[in-house]
């Protein structure tokens, strides 16, 4: 018998899978996590008590460690389903962090963080216009000299993605490589199936799972420029998002780009 098939969204199915259950099983990730995290904290040179916006936090990993760093933490993430496990992981570690759903368009904070970050590439999911606003908002969220930092693919660099199989809680997870549209300027979502053992079905991605995960490349030169256009003074560039800090070159693993206001 046919396996009954559906078409899933990014929050009713997708996130959860992708950026807890998936996320969970990459080898190293705690680590990597850690090195972010210390990354972060000395690069925005923040200090015990300071207030830091995670903007689009996902499952709230970062926050999390941000807060067992003495940060005052507030994360936000569009997909309630990754809130809730943000909440329920911060409560279960007895932590104190901030977690709400929402729109990095519609972000209405005024000087209320030393620091704001946008890690794992989530900058760029908009058209050009609306781009440019997250980062005008994001630099009313900071106080005077606060940071904000982008965690970016380099677009010099892109990896090249594999289809690959993962054994995931429940079934197993078909993932197509990314598609590169070089024209646009845009890395395409990835798109997935997953067989669901448990329930006997096959998962696709309806067009909004597809969508949260299209993201504009801006090159150095781009993203400086719209920096400067919305306020940002000093703008500096690393090669990767751990310490030690590396310059930023072509073959750069990422591009993380520090803003001050
Ligand atoms: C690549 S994930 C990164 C998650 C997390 N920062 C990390 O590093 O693991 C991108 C995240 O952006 C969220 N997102 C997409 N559009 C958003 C929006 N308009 N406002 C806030 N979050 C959004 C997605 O739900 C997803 O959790």
């Not at 996902?58 to 309630?80: W, Y």
């Not at 990896?159 to 845009?186: I, N, V």
């Amino acid at each position: 018998m046919p396996l009954e098939k559906n078409e899933l969204g990014w929050d009713e199915f997708w996130a959860e899978l992708f950026r807890v259950r998936h996320r969970r099983s990459l080898q190293g990730i705690a680590e990597y996590d850690k090195m972010v995290v210390d990354f972060c904290i000395q690069v925005l040179d923040l200090k015990q008590n300071q207030f830091i916006l995670d903007i689009a936090c996902g499952a709230g990993d970062h926050s999390i460690l941000f807060s067992k760093n003495g940060l005052k933490v507030t994360g936000f993430d569009l997909a309630q389903s990754l809130v809730d496990v943000a909440i329920s992981r911060a409560k279960e570690e007895e932590i104190e962090v901030t977690f709400y759903k929402g729109d990095m368009r519609d972000l209405t904070f005024s000087e209320n963080f030393h620091a704001a970050v946008l890690l794992s590439h989530s900058f760029g999911f908009f058209d050009h216009e609306e781009n440019k606003a997250v980062l005008e908002k994001s630099h009313e969220a900071l106080v005077d000299g606060g940071r904000l930092l982008l965690d970016l693919i380099n677009p010099y660099n892109v990896p090249r993605f594999a289809k690959t199989w993962t054994e995931l809680e429940g079934g197993y997870l078909l993932s197509e490589p990314h598609m590169l549209d070089a024209q646009a300027g845009m890395l395409k979502g990835r798109p997935a199936t997953f067989i669901d053992i448990e329930d006997s079905r096959l998962v696709l991605m309806n067009q909004d799972a597809l969508s949260n995960n299209d993201i504009r490349m801006y090159t150095a030169l781009e993203i400086k420029e719209l920096l400067e256009d919305v306020g940002f003074k000093k703008i500096e560039f690393y090669g990767q998002n751990k310490l030690p800090r590396m310059p930023y070159s072509r073959d750069s693993e990422r591009m993380v780009v520090v803003a001050t206001k």
